[in-house]
């Protein structure tokens, strides 16, 4: 077999560009031999109808198809890197050398299975450091990325570069591996009462694969209260649960983040809602009908208004019918408070009109 078959089969085996230095080691001959040797290569390709052509990319060779028929071919291609697998790849070619133990800080126990599958393309590398690895980017991930060179200089140079063309300081945030506070959507107004303003609004509930991804850049998940199994089957960090059905649930759910948040602005909004619970105590003292809760939401509504229960009282239930037992609490009530899928507004608004409910509804009972 001829130097010029090894080399040929070499550049369309590797799938990537090989330098002149390790053909010259694989066929025994000297650099500037394999040089000569590539540059008929790439002019034979050239003169012959075919899909395929050798380019130099400064003594590297990569055998591809030519531009005119990827468009073609592309189904056909290896399956390119997922975007939770890119970002990962990207944080560690932007702050190369990275400590592998530092890159899983950032981006969760994931990023050990993207760590392997990306040693296996040949685009990182990881070298013992203590008892962890030290990462970086190979001459592989240049090719890759259409890179002149794997200098760290010029991969962090050309990662801002394209962060600002993709979307400004909100794509670098990706390539920095800035995480997120995550928030389902019902809670947002409640990261403005904790004056926590580093957030996604993101469904964590039945997330599509477009939310799931999104998932990735959040180290800190808050839901709602009794979601926390289903939730854990897709997203692996901290998760917050948090509820609002009364008074003291804001409350409590403003103290349980306030260390994220701004000290002042959780102080003000925990204030703001010890004074509104407190006005409405003080509307329902002229109350005197007892009442029969029908669910265990509605009787601590019912106990924050210090109203009197008893068994044959007026029926107070929420409105969403039936239950997860398979029971419509909703049936034969004589007051309905709203619940949250049936309100618009902000937390607040809509704890306010829960109890606006019971009390509006108590007087017009008293009146007729």
């Not at 299975?113 to 685009?123: A, C, F, P, Y």
């Not at 398979?326 to 109890?355: F, Q, W």
Request: negative net charge.
């Amino acid at each position: 077999m001829s130097d010029r078959e090894v080399i040929e089969a070499a550049l369309f085996a590797a799938g990537g560009a090989i330098d002149a230095l390790t053909l010259g080691k694989l066929v025994g001959k000297s650099k500037k031999h394999v040089i000569s040797v590539a540059l008929d290569l790439m002019n034979e390709y050239d003169s012959r109808e075919t899909g395929l052509e050798i380019i130099d990319l400064g003594e590297r060779y990569v055998m591809q198809v030519k531009p005119k028929y990827t468009d073609m071919v592309r189904s056909f291609a290896p399956k390119e890197l997922s975007a939770p697998m890119l970002r990962t790849l990207s944080m560690i070619a932007y702050h190369q050398p990275l400590i592998q133990s530092d890159l899983v800080d950032m981006r969760g126990n994931s990023a050990y299975d993207h760590i392997r599958e990306l040693k296996e393309r040949g685009l990182v590398e990881a070298v013992p450091h203590g008892r962890t690895k030290m990462l970086r980017t190979t001459s592989l991930f240049a090719d890759y990325f259409g890179l002149d060179s794997n200098d760290p200089d010029l991969v962090k140079k050309k990662i801002v570069e394209l962060s600002r063309l993709q979307s400004g300081q909100s794509g670098l945030n990706k390539w920095l591996g800035r995480r997120f506070i995550g928030v389902t959507p019902m809670y947002e107004s409640l990261m403005e009462m904790c004056g926590i303003r580093e957030y996604k609004v993101i469904n964590a509930y039945d997330p599509t694969e477009e939310e799931l991804d999104e998932l990735e850049d959040v180290y800190k998940l808050i839901i709602s209260t009794g979601y926390l199994e289903k939730v854990s089957k897709h997203y692996d960090g901290e998760i917050v649960e948090v509820s609002s059905t009364t008074f003291d649930d804001l409350i409590d759910s403003i103290k349980l983040l306030e260390g994220i948040g701004d000290h002042e602005r959780a102080e003000s909004s925990i204030s703001l809602v010890t004074d509104l619970k407190e006005r409405y105590t003080s509307k329902a003292l002229v109350i005197s009908k007892k009442v029969q809760p029908a669910t265990e939401m509605v009787a601590r509504i019912v106990s924050d208004l210090r109203l009197g229960v008893s068994s044959t009282g007026i029926v107070i239930a929420p409105d969403y019918g039936t239950s997860t037992d398979g029971v419509d609490v909703s049936e034969g009530a004589d007051i309905l408070i709203p619940t949250h899928r049936n309100m618009d507004g902000d937390l607040l608004d809509r704890v306010c009109s829960k109890y606006d409910a019971v009390i509006e509804g108590l007087k017009k009972l008293e009146d007729s």
